[in-house]
């Protein structure tokens, strides 16, 4: 993530950056935004919203989310990858529309509907991970 993907309340990434090659827009819930306020005072001027430790001018190791679920005694259980899966059966678990669920994954539809549906739900993919994001924080304080 660069700090010139995000635009204000959106985090826009690149499609040259997703496996399908097409741009994918994120909401970002409050949370998400007051930690990004908190990053940009430690990224030391890096255009990397997580920056290397060693050096400002890469991104965090891919592996550093790995390594932490590891030190936090998840070895073997969880992966930076599974939280996509939990995201996802949390949105399902809630009953918010399978569309919007499967969109903010970056997945689309085959056939004909995939064709012709060009929507992006932002407005209820915003609800939807500010519902998220409330309820990891306040379950988790």
Do not use: C
Not at 35 to 63: C, H, I, Q, W
Not at 66 to 79: A, N, V
Not at 84 to 99: C, I, L, P, Q
């Amino acid at each position: 993530m660069t700090w010139a993907e995000i635009e204000g309340d959106t985090w826009r990434i690149p499609g040259k950056r997703m496996k399908k090659g097409r741009e994918h827009l994120v909401p970002l819930s409050t949370q998400a935004q007051a930690l990004l306020k908190e990053m940009k005072l430690r990224s030391r001027g890096s255009a990397y919203v997580f920056p290397n430790d060693r050096t400002g001018n890469r991104p965090m190791s891919e592996n550093s989310i790995l390594y932490l679920i590891h030190r936090i005694g998840y070895k073997g259980r969880m992966t930076g990858h599974g939280w996509r899966k939990v995201g996802s059966t949390w949105a399902n678990e809630h009953e918010f529309n399978a569309d919007h669920v499967e969109m903010q994954l970056a997945h689309r539809e085959g056939g004909v509907r995939g064709v012709y549906n060009s929507a992006e739900y932002l407005k209820q993919r915003r609800a939807m991970l500010q519902t998220f994001a409330d309820w990891l924080f306040n379950d988790a304080s």
